[in-house]
């Protein structure tokens, strides 16, 4: 049986797993900025990908990773990510 403090992120627990999730804005010695959306999970019962790095983690919780939503999700955040650096650099 694994047991884990309830006030870490998920994506502090999915780090001790060697789960990997994109991150960009997230260092675990830091404050989480929250700004890249980057590490979105899906929660079993939840409607929409939820950032990781800003959840706490609850033992009740199954979180998926590698479904399509989720993998849609980060494509269409680096995609825009990518279209405001565009704009920032021909501006």
């Given at each position: ?57 609850n033992k009740n ?31």
């Amino acid at each position: 049986m694994i047991c884990f403090i309830t006030y870490l992120f998920q994506i502090n627990i999915l780090s001790y797993f060697e789960i990997w999730i994109p991150r960009f804005c997230y260092h675990g010695k830091y404050s989480s900025s929250v700004n890249c959306r980057m590490c979105l999970v899906e929660i079993k019962g939840s409607l929409k990908p939820l950032i990781a790095c800003c959840i706490l983690f609850n033992k009740n919780m199954i979180i998926y990773t590698n479904i399509n939503l989720v993998t849609i999700s980060v494509e269409f955040q680096l995609l825009c990510l990518t279209m405001y650096n565009i704009y920032n650099i021909l501006k």
